[in-house]
């Protein structure tokens, strides 16, 4: 191996490990997706706030904020498990 080629490899190696070599592209987008999980949150929080349920002889009747919240815990959680469900039915019918 060529001397020069040898410094270059030792420079390299030492540079990625120092560095996380990241592009600007993937920086960019962690930020983005970083921002969206927090406003989703913020949405989460709202709705969970609002989220309410008629119940009639069918059974419960979800209000639009109720829809909304499944649909952004799907987002964030995955699938909604009975909990979330369960927590979300917390407060029906007591105005809270």
């Known amino acids: 191996m060529k001397p020069e080629t040898e410094t270059l490899d030792k420079l390299y190696l030492e540079w990625s490990q120092f560095t996380k070599a990241e592009t600007s592209k993937e920086i960019a987008l962690n930020k983005r997706v970083a921002s969206l999980i927090a406003v989703l949150v913020e949405c989460e929080n709202y709705f ?6 008629d119940c009639d002889q069918d059974g419960f009747i979800p209000n639009e ?3 909304l919240l499944t649909e952004v815990r799907e987002a964030l959680h995955g699938r909604p498990s009975a909990g979330n469900i369960t ?3 917390q407060g029906v019918g007591a105005g809270v």
């Open 48 to 53: 969970d706030r609002h989220a309410d349920a």
């Open 65 to 67: 904020e109720m829809k």
């Open 87 to 89: 927590h979300s039915m």
